[in-house]
């Protein structure tokens, strides 16, 4: 079971570039959701989607967007990259945000802004 | 979502118990307590997680006190693999996880 893929693992951009960070999973969840985590400090809320065709802002989304491309795929895309990105970005899913169930977690995607 | 504190870091002999606190005293009725961990900034790891019952699986126990205003988190036998940040998190209406920084758990040979 792949659960969740995120690519790329890391990357290097330069300011003012544009990328989009992809994520997938596998388990027919309804909700995914993208972090942030700085050094020293705990996962900061990005963006999340509690179910197909939803998104909505977490605690940090200025400068960022979202796609919930479908029920797999949630993307994350930096138009101006700013050297403040640069940070581990994770993706998670969850079966249904509204009820208790465990998150799962990607491995990260490590992303510097020079 | 209520506020959790943690300690930012706690020691653990090797195959000894590791007992990890966690306050939350403005929680309300309908939130649970989640833990997770983060070993070596991988991705967090779901462990357990409870509402009022005390809860046992196969990684960890989690005893919640009868007021709720606080819990523990329990290592039976602590491995060096264990080394990791813990989160305790409480989580109700609100859809998504909110983590602070945890506790940096230490196991030592």
């Known amino acids: 079971n792949a659960g969740v893929t995120q690519t790329p693992k890391f990357q290097v951009l330069k300011t003012g570039q544009s990328m989009t960070l992809q994520c997938a999973q596998d388990?027919?969840?309804?909700?995914m959701y993208w972090y942030r985590q700085d050094p020293g400090m705990g996962l900061r809320l990005i963006y999340y989607?509690?179910?197909?065709?939803?998104?909505d802002k977490g605690e940090v989304p200025n400068g960022y967007n979202v796609s919930r491309l479908n029920k797999r795929e949630f993307s994350l895309r930096l138009e101006s990259a700013a050297p403040s990105q640069t940070s581990v970005y994770f993706c998670?899913?969850?079966?249904?945000?509204?009820?208790?169930?465990?998150?799962?977690f990607g491995q990260g995607t490590r992303l510097t802004v020079v | 979502d209520a506020k959790t504190t943690q300690p930012p870091s706690m020691d653990c002999a090797e195959g000894r118990a590791a007992n990890l606190p966690c306050n939350h005293s403005?929680?309300?009725?309908?939130?649970?307590v989640y833990w997770y961990r983060q070993i070596h900034s991988q991705g967090p790891q779901y462990i357990i997680h409870?509402?009022?019952n005390n809860e046992t699986n196969e990684m960890a126990s989690l005893i919640i006190t009868e007021d709720r205003k606080s819990s523990t988190l329990i290592l039976p036998h602590a491995t060096l693999r264990d080394t990791a940040v813990y989160y305790c998190?409480?989580?109700?209406?609100?859809?998504?996880?909110?983590f602070g920084k945890g506790t940096s758990l230490l196991v030592t040979p």
């Open positions: 989607s509690a179910s197909e065709g939803t998104t």
């Open positions: 388990m027919n969840h309804n909700s």
């Open positions: 998190i409480v989580r109700g209406s609100f859809v998504a996880l909110n």
């Open positions: 409870g509402l009022k």
């Open positions: 403005t929680i309300s009725g309908n939130e649970y």
């Open positions: 998670a899913s969850s079966g249904d945000s509204r009820k208790n169930t465990e998150a799962f």
